[in-house]
C-alpha cells in the first residue's frame, strides 16, 4: 500500500517548520514500512509505503496526520505570543 499526502501552506517558512517537524519519525519505522516527508516549495509531501497490515496503514497515516496538527498549533502559538509580545514592547526612543 502507498499514499502520498499534500499539505499546502500560506507560505515556505511555516511548511518548512511542519516538515522539520514531522521529519523524525522519517527515522522511527518497523520493518516493512517506509516514510519519507519533504517539503517542496510552501507544500509538504509525505510519501508513505506499507508492506504491513492495512491497520499499520491507518495507524500510520493518523499518527502523521496528528503530528502535523500539533506542529501547525504550536506555530500559531508561537505566532500568537510573538505578535503579544512586539505589542507589549513600549513605543519608545532613546536619546
Known amino acids: 500500500m502507498e499514499a502520498e499526502i499534500t499539505l499546502e501552506y500560506a507560505d515556505a517558512k511555516n511548511a518548512e517548520a511542519v516538515a522539520k517537524a514531522v521529519s523524525p519519525d522519517n527515522f522511527k519505522v518497523p520493518p516493512g514500512l517506509s516514510i519519507k516527508t519533504t517539503r517542496k516549495g ?9 508492506r504491513r497490515e492495512l491497520p499499520t496503514f491507518i495507524a500510520t497515516i493518523d499518527d502523521l496526520l496528528f503530528c502535523v496538527s500539533t ?9 500568537k505570543l510573538n505578535e503579544k509580545s512586539v505589542l507589549s514592547k513600549p513605543n519608545r526612543k532613546v536619546k
Not at 510552501?42 to 506499507?50: D, F, G, L, S
Not at 506542529?71 to 505566532?79: C, P, R, S, V, Y
Open 71 to 79: 506542529a501547525e498549533k504550536a506555530l500559531i502559538t508561537a505566532k
Open 42 to 50: 510552501n507544500k509538504v509531501v509525505t510519501y508513505i509505503e506499507c
